[in-house]
Structure formats: structure tokens, C-alpha cells
């Protein structure tokens, strides 16, 4: 069972559009959502992220939206950049147990960016 | 920092082989987890540590698996014996903390293919 999901295996736009990736989430108990980028033969890292009481963060290129009521976030990058070209995964934070937090993450997008 | 650091980079096995996986996490980092990542599933979170004491290791798909942390700056990830359906890209990642907000920082991963 999938507790955050990227149904878009891929995406392709053209260098200087904007690239719009999605993600939803079921589990309500989410409250901390982050994306993470990877490029091939290396691990993810992090990217942006955005708390529950917010619905919007911005880091340069970078913005991320969530609807809590939709459970649903996105991340825009504009412009977009051949060198933004890797797989983005969406990850969500939940206590499980105690005081610990779980990350959980979706399957990943491969987003291709043209020139 | 030289950051998480995966060993070896690629493994390729055979069948019934014992595989060890091993990790060196970021220096000072309290948490230690071991991820896989396949395309059915993306990345699943099979184990983690704090104070190198397993925490939850309710991913470990079967007994088949085993992870160690015998200090806080060696992890081993143990599959005996290997199938072909272990096939997978394995991550380590650390982290310092395990709040809401923490990051992980991911190593480079290990191509394992089990023939």
C-alpha cells in the first residue's frame, strides 16, 4: 500500500518552461513533506521541503505547494534547466513510534529536461 | 566531509551467495538507515538505527536479511543466502537526528545483481 504516490513515472518539458511534478499522499498523519533529487550512479539528496502549516516554500528555482485538503503537493522548478534533468522523489514524515519520525518515500519521477 | 560512504559499488552474485553490504556514515550523525530501491517499489526503508541500536526493522523482507552497526561509524547489511529477486539498488543514509524536519544525506548506493 502506497502512502505516497507519484503517478507519473516521467516527464519531459522544454529548457526555460516550467516543470510541474506531483504528489499525493494518504496517510493524514503526515506532517512534513520533502523532495529529493537523483542523478545516476549517485543517492538522492535533499532538495526542498515544506511543514504541514504552511502551503508554500520557495528556494530560488524552486517552490513547492501543498493542499492538505487535497493531500496533495507539488514542486515547480522555473525555469527549468537541462541540468535539472534526474529522478525527484516525494517523502513524507510521520511519527512511528516515540519521538522517532519516518520517512516514506514515493516511487520517483524522471523528469528530462530538453534543449 | 567526505559523506556517506557505500561499499563496494557494484556486486554481482550468484544465487545462494552470502552478499555483505557495508556503510560508513557522516561522523557525528545519530541515525543509520539501509534503503532499497527497485522499480516496483521505489525506495523502501528496510531498517534503521540510533546509537547503533536496531530501531525498526520492520522492513526486512525476510530472514534472509541482517544489518549490524557493531559502532557508530561501520554498518553492514547482510543477505544469506542472496535470490535474484534481491536485485536492487541498496542505499545507506544518516542522519543527526530523526525530527520532523530532519535531512537525510544518502551514500551512492550498491548495484546488486543476483544472477
Known amino acids: 500500500d502506497q502512502q505516497v504516490k507519484q503517478n507519473s513515472p516521467s516527464l519531459s518539458v522544454q529548457e526555460g518552461r516550467i516543470s510541474i511534478l506531483n504528489c499525493d499522499y494518504t496517510n493524514s498523519m503526515f506532517d512534513y513533506f520533502l523532495w529529493y533529487k537523483k542523478y545516476p550512479a549517485e543517492g538522492p539528496t535533499f532538495l526542498i521541503s515544506?511543514?504541514?502549516?504552511?502551503d508554500k516554500n520557495e528556494d530560488g528555482r524552486f517552490t513547492v505547494f501543498l493542499n492538505k485538503s487535497a493531500k496533495h503537493l507539488s514542486l515547480h522548478i522555473v525555469p527549468s534547466q537541462p541540468g535539472d534533468s534526474a529522478v525527484y522523489f516525494c517523502a513524507a514524515s510521520a511519527k512511528s513510534g516515540g519521538s522517532n519520525y519516518k520517512l516514506t518515500f514515493g516511487k520517483g519521477t524522471l523528469l528530462t529536461v530538453n534543449p | 566531509d567526505a559523506g556517506v560512504i557505500q561499499s563496494p559499488r557494484h556486486e554481482v552474485t550468484e544465487m545462494g551467495q552470502e552478499v555483505t553490504l557495508r556503510c560508513k556514515p557522516i561522523s557525528g550523525h545519530d541515525y543509520l538507515f539501509w534503503y532499497r530501491q527497485t522499480m516496483m517499489r521505489g525506495l523502501e526503508l528496510l531498517i534503521y538505527f540510533n546509537n547503533n541500536v536496531p530501531i525498526d526493522d520492520s522492513g526486512m523482507p525476510e530472514d534472509r536479511f541482517s544489518a549490524k552497526m557493531p559502532n557508530a561509524s561501520f554498518s553492514t547489511l547482510k543477505i544469506q543466502p542472496s535470490e535474484p529477486r534481491d536485485s536492487a539498488v541498496y542505499f545507506c543514509?544518516?542522519?543527526?537526528?530523526?525530527?520532523?524536519?530532519?535531512?537525510?544525506?544518502f551514500g551512492s548506493g550498491t548495484q546488486l545483481s543476483v544472477l
Open positions: 543514509a544518516s542522519s543527526r537526528g530523526q525530527g520532523w524536519n530532519e535531512k537525510l544525506f
Open positions: 515544506i511543514s504541514s502549516i504552511k
